[in-house]
Nanobody
Framework: QLQLVESGGGLVQPGGSLRLSCEAS????????MGWFRQAPGKEREFVAA????????YYADSVKGRFTISRDNAKNTLYLQMNSLRPEDTAVYYC????????????????WGQGTQVTVSS
């Protein structure tokens, strides 16, 4: 069973930066893809970014392209999301997720989820 634990959320001013981490345990990630999703109050969970663990190929939502970077550390079995130039509309609970095979953008395509970490962008 794959377990995912996020960390790194918090309160940041507009224009600021945060780095989220997602530590995976229980299974090897070599045959998995991992993604970041977010959910704001009253809204559906939405895709942010994803990465194929083996190849390192990345995918981004249009709303975060050029501001967010997804990456992974094979040795630490950890996924990251570097978030720069944060905006109030980035405020949400951020979740990491994993699925077998290649990355996907629909939340329902993912089998494993972390508990989420709150990101609040406000002055």
């Amino acid at each position: 069973q794959l377990q995912l634990v996020e960390s790194g959320g918090g309160l940041v001013q507009p224009g600021g930066s945060l780095r989220l981490s997602c530590e995976a345990s229980g299974l090897s990630l070599e045959e998995y893809a991992m993604g970041w999703f977010r959910q704001a109050p009253g809204k559906e969970r939405e895709f942010v970014a994803a990465i194929n663990w083996n190849s390192g190929r990345t995918y981004y939502a249009d709303s975060v392209k050029g501001r967010f970077t997804i990456s992974r550390d094979n040795a630490k079995n950890t996924l990251y999301l570097q978030m720069n130039s944060l905006r109030p509309e980035d405020t949400a609970v951020y979740y990491c997720a994993a699925r077998g095979g290649v990355a996907a953008q629909r939340p329902t395509s993912y089998d494993y989820w972390g508990q989420g970490t709150q990101v609040t962008v406000s002055s």
